[in-house]
């Protein structure tokens, strides 16, 4: 949904509905800005999470050729946690490649 449709469509929301609460007591950015491309879920998210853009947080796509597995690589992927309540690979995605978001030890 385009950030302008909440105020758009303001009159159409509920009196204590989730979009009125969050223009009435939350916190905006108007005029924001983040120049990256490409225009992708992982990127998009990214940006707005750490502030950065992909140059700086690492995640350059939803996808990526990482040459030293030799194989494409998701952008969450991690395969040194596992999934609970599964047994299977699907919960083994974690912040770690992205860079902004490594610790300093």
Not at 18 to 41: E, S
Not at 75 to 101: F, H, I, Q, W
Request: net charge positive; proline share 5%.
């Amino acid at each position: 949904m385009r950030w302008d449709f909440l105020y758009r469509y303001y009159n159409r929301y509920l009196p204590n509905g989730g979009f009125k609460r969050m223009l009435n007591n939350g916190f905006t950015c108007d005029n924001t800005f983040i120049p990256y491309a490409p225009t992708v879920t992982a990127c998009g998210h990214s940006c707005v999470y750490t502030g950065s853009v992909p140059a700086i947080n690492g995640i350059t796509g939803n996808f990526w050729w990482d040459y030293e597995k030799n194989r494409n690589v998701y952008c969450s992927e991690d395969k040194t946690v596992k999934t609970v309540g599964s047994t299977g690979n699907a919960g083994e995605m974690s912040p770690r490649n992205m860079l902004s978001y490594q610790l300093q030890k």
